[in-house]
């Protein structure tokens, strides 16, 4: 077993090389190649400064430095902002209650290209300064609640403000419009093979689409929205039995 600052340093290591876009495989190799060595430094007594030379921070930038870019991440950082924008404006298109608005761009803009990447890098930054601590998840679940709660204020305030409409799309339209956009994600998350992002759109669609099909038309009815709330509820458990089921079949690899 290693020390917990050799361990600290491995994470550290692990998210400097994800956030400049390495490869997981290279990742895990130089990983992998470190902990021999940090082992075979501790058994002698020797401490994380004989591998690094004196600078943790010095060191993973020249491993950076060595390490391929991986082109994937391009796709990956583009389909991450789509997903953002599709995760807010595609379930209201389906519902039939998609309006732009010079106050709807405002928010999604700031949610999209600030809020968000700032929840990112403070994420970063606690994981790679606190390590696998207490402190560290209640930060994060700080960090995380804080982005809940921009959101649930953002969308009252949008519901419950006049605003300057620049589009406005009748129902069916807008029902159309919001199918063909998700058909489209979905079908270049296969092509480039992210499946996880097909996932997040069917979650983000599926509560909408089928209380608009099998119950009310009115996304304003309490039949609507029951139907809408029970699809919701129902996924939410998919996905957290499928969380549950992959940590532990990481922590049966790991161990």
């Given at each position: 077993?290693?020390?917990n600052?050799?361990?600290?340093f491995?994470?550290q290591?692990?998210m400097e090389?994800?956030?400049?876009g390495?490869?997981?495989k290279?990742i895990?190799?130089?990983?992998e190649?470190?902990?021999?060595?940090?082992?075979e430094a501790?058994s002698?007594?020797?401490?994380?400064d004989?591998?690094?030379?004196?600078?943790?921070?010095?060191y993973i930038?020249?491993l950076s430095k060595e390490?391929?870019f991986?082109?994937?991440?391009i796709?990956?950082?583009?389909?991450?902002v789509v997903?953002?924008i599709?995760f807010?404006?595609?379930?209201?298109m389906?519902?039939?209650?998609a309006?732009l608005s010079?106050?709807?761009?405002?928010?999604?803009?700031?949610?999209m290209?600030f809020?968000?990447p700032?929840?990112?890098?403070?994420?970063?930054?606690?994981?790679?300064?606190?390590?696998?601590?207490?402190?560290?998840?209640?930060?994060?679940?700080?960090?995380a609640?804080?982005?809940?709660?921009?959101?649930?204020?953002?969308e009252f305030?949008?519901?419950n403000?006049?605003?300057?409409e620049?589009?406005?799309?009748?129902?069916?339209?807008?029902?159309?419009?919001g199918?063909g956009?998700?058909?489209l994600?979905i079908?270049i998350?296969?092509?480039?093979?992210?499946?996880f992002?097909?996932g997040?759109?069917?979650?983000?669609?599926?509560?909408?689409?089928?209380?608009k099909?099998?119950?009310?038309?009115d996304?304003?009815s309490?039949?609507y929205?029951?139907?809408?709330?029970?699809?919701?509820t129902?996924?939410?458990?998919i996905?957290?039995?499928?969380?549950?089921?992959y940590?532990?079949?990481?922590?049966?690899?790991?161990?």
């Amino acid at each position: 077993m290693l020390s917990n600052e050799s361990e600290h340093f491995l994470l550290q290591l692990r998210m400097e090389l994800m956030s400049k876009g390495k490869k997981d495989k290279d990742i895990e190799a130089i990983e992998e190649e470190l902990r021999d060595h940090l082992y075979e430094a501790e058994s002698r007594g020797e401490s994380i400064d004989s591998i690094t030379g004196g600078s943790v921070k010095s060191y993973i930038d020249s491993l950076s430095k060595e390490m391929p870019f991986d082109t994937s991440m391009i796709w990956f950082g583009f389909l991450m902002v789509v997903s953002c924008i599709c995760f807010f404006t595609v379930p209201n298109m389906i519902a039939g209650t998609a309006d732009l608005s010079v106050e709807s761009i405002i928010y999604y803009g700031i949610l999209m290209f600030f809020i968000a990447p700032l929840e990112l890098w403070a994420m970063k930054k606690i994981i790679v300064k606190y390590g696998d601590k207490r402190k560290t998840y209640i930060l994060t679940g700080i960090v995380a609640i804080s982005l809940l709660v921009f959101c649930l204020i953002g969308e009252f305030l949008l519901r419950n403000i006049n605003q300057h409409e620049l589009v406005s799309l009748n129902n069916h339209v807008s029902f159309y419009l919001g199918i063909g956009i998700a058909a489209l994600f979905i079908l270049i998350c296969v092509l480039v093979k992210y499946w996880f992002f097909i996932g997040v759109m069917l979650y983000t669609i599926l509560p909408e689409l089928i209380a608009k099909l099998f119950v009310s038309d009115d996304p304003k009815s309490e039949e609507y929205v029951t139907a809408s709330g029970i699809t919701m509820t129902i996924l939410n458990v998919i996905a957290g039995t499928l969380f549950i089921l992959y940590t532990r079949r990481q922590m049966k690899e790991n161990s």
